[in-house]
């Protein structure tokens, strides 16, 4: 047994570890930083060895935990089966995603650890996503050098779309934003000193929101915080403040918008002649044909499955499945959908055990919100981010961090009874 002043120092440097994780997560590029996703592994491993070895914390995962674990051990048989595991991209995703979760659950064993947690993930997203994202469109190129033959070297994205620090697609950018919106707004009715920093950023995010021009994501979010107000109608006066500050953000948002859309003031001039080309060609890229395509390549992961083998039936094409799709699609592109993406990847057990997975959280969060309105805003934010994963293959750190939050919440608020299910 440790003494206390030595496991307040080594506990310490865990904490330091998952600064630096979600810096490199957000804010840092693999261009200019190689070692990126060595330490992205290596640092929550680390994590795990100083809560688990170290201070001896007790390991106590829920049902979502196994399942999420024994997920990525299917994405690793499954780049053995399709012989892309000396890549090490599967071996790098088994240690890295369950570990961080982990790691989390293990550090954030008291309420205000927990928040102290979502303060670190919140401004370094809001770093790496609205403050890096507006810099780069105000110069008009990107903070780090694009990764070799770049498909975003003309930089229509950057000209006509908020890009993140370490995102091009302004999906996944939409999906970041979304995060860290939600993030901010719990924030904001969980704390009392600096509430007007993090209502700004919070304004700011959701402005950024709109200027990555996402449509699922922007409807999504809209969608989601009407379903709050009704949630929270008959409530305390505390969730009725809350959703007063959402519609004054959404408000404001929609007056900046507007304003620079239709203003004829110089500083507005310059901005619509320099983007009128890109702009154009960001509407054909934009328009019906791109969902088209989407819908052909969830046929055809359909397709490739039933006419798979039967180890890929259930284990799928590995990370290399956009060839596979463009035998049946002519695209060589991804799913543009998580639970398609899960079956070409991981194959018909991927995609069980994350609809478990799913259901199982969103149950969760309506337990929390049944028990305690506060998190309310939570389930809105989490209902969003799956609304926007119908669009786009990413099982990210984002939705990631929701599967948490909630075994978390549930673990704090009611005395550990998520792990009893």
């Known amino acids: 047994m440790i003494g206390r002043k030595k496991s307040f120092k080594v506990e310490y440097i865990a904490w330091i ?25 290596a ?24 399942l999420f674990i024994f997920l990525y051990l299917i994405s690793l048989i499954s780049s053995i089966i399709n012989r892309t595991f000396l890549e090490l991209t599967a071996l790098q995703n088994f240690l890295q995603y369950p570990a961080i979760c982990l790691g989390i659950i293990l550090m ?30 105000a110069i008009g190129d990107y903070l780090y050098p694009l990764p070799k033959d770049s498909i975003y070297q003309m930089n229509i994205f950057i000209s006509t779309i908020i890009c993140t620090a370490v995102q091009y697609n302004a999906n996944f950018v939409a999906l970041h934003m979304t995060f860290v919106f939600f993030i901010g ?56 403040q809350v959703t007063e500050k959402i519609y004054l953000f ?3 948002a929609v007056i900046i918008m507007i304003i620079i859309s239709v203003a004829e003031v110089n500083v507005f001039e310059f901005i619509q002649n320099s983007l009128s080309a890109n702009l154009k060609k960001l509407m054909v890229i934009k328009d019906k044909g791109n969902v088209i395509i989407r819908f052909e390549q969830w046929k055809a992961s359909i397709k490739s ?24 699609s002519g695209y060589n592109i991804s799913t543009h959908n998580t639970i398609f993406e899960q079956l ?62 909630s075994d978390l919440l549930l673990k704090l608020n009611f005395q550990g009874s998520v792990f009893d299910e």
């Open 108 to 137: 954030c064993n008291t309420k205000e650890k927990l928040i102290k947690f979502l303060k670190i993930i919140f401004w370094l997203g809001f770093l790496g996503g609205p403050i890096i994202g507006l810099y780069q469109m």
């Open 344 to 405: 070409m990847t991981n194959g018909i057990i991927g995609v069980v055990i994350v609809i478990i997975i799913m259901i199982s959280t969103l149950k969760k969060f309506l337990v929390l919100y049944k028990q305690s309105f506060k998190e309310s805003i939570l389930l809105c934010g989490y209902f969003t981010l799956l609304i926007i994963l119908q669009m786009i293959s990413a099982l990210s750190i984002e939705i990631m961090v929701f599967f948490v939050l």
């Open 185 to 240: 707004m719990y924030l904001t009715g969980q704390i009392t000193y600096r509430k007007k920093t993090y209502s700004v950023a919070v304004i700011i995010t959701f402005i950024c929101l709109i200027l990555t021009y996402s449509r699922t994501a922007l409807i999504a979010v809209i969608f989601s915080l009407f379903i709050y107000l009704c949630m929270n109608i008959n409530k305390y006066k505390t969730a009725l």
């Open 43 to 66: 640092l929550p491993l680390l994590i795990l060895v100083i809560e688990i070895v170290i201070l001896n914390r007790e390991i106590l995962v829920s049902r979502s935990m196994v």
């Open 305 to 328: 499955i039933a006419n798979a083998p039967i180890l890929n039936v259930f284990f799928g094409f590995g990370n290399n499945y956009t060839e596979k799709l463009a035998e049946y």
């Open 250 to 252: 959404l408000v404001i």
């Open 17 to 41: 570890a998952l600064f630096i994780y979600f810096l490199l997560m957000f804010c840092v590029s693999s261009t200019v930083f190689f070692l990126r996703p060595y330490l992205l592994t």
